[in-house]
């Protein structure tokens, strides 16, 4: 049970926590992957309906029960990994892109957190701007992703 202040009294929240870290249906790229969703949801201080729907729906694109995606949000603690492929790469960033404009609105440190995974995704600095900037306009006008895929080989 977590209790969280609320004026002068107190909201009381079930939650219940599966305290096995192994989830053997989720890959631990997969996990860090939802993971840094979730992060982007929030890195403007607001979580809203829309990013909550394309959080699920980013899961069920990969197949992974919204039970599973809780599992992930509600016992983050463990080791991240960076995806292997270049491919698989674009691919997330582009997520987190759709992530940022889920709820219409494209904030300055949303744009920051971007390009700091595309630092951690080990692209070139000079090279991250452009990038951020293509996936962005890609993101808003909805463009699939095999063709971002596609333009970037």
Known sequence: ????????????????????????????????????????????????????????????????????????????????????????RIEYLYDLCLMIIADGMVTKDEVNTLRKFCAKFEFIDENIDALCEYLLEGAKVNKPKKNILKELK
């Open 1 to 88: 049970m977590i209790q969280y202040p609320h004026g002068c009294g107190v909201i009381l929240i079930n939650l219940k926590i599966n305290h096995n870290m192994e989830n053997n249906d989720i890959t631990i790229e997969l996990r860090s992957q939802f993971l840094r969703l979730y992060h982007m949801a929030t890195t403007d201080n607001s979580f809203s309906k829309l990013e909550l729907k394309a959080l699920y729906e980013f899961a069920e694109s990969k197949n992974i029960p919204q039970v599973e995606l809780d599992n992930c949000l509600l016992n983050p603690i463990g080791e991240m990994e960076l995806p292997n492929s270049l491919e698989t």
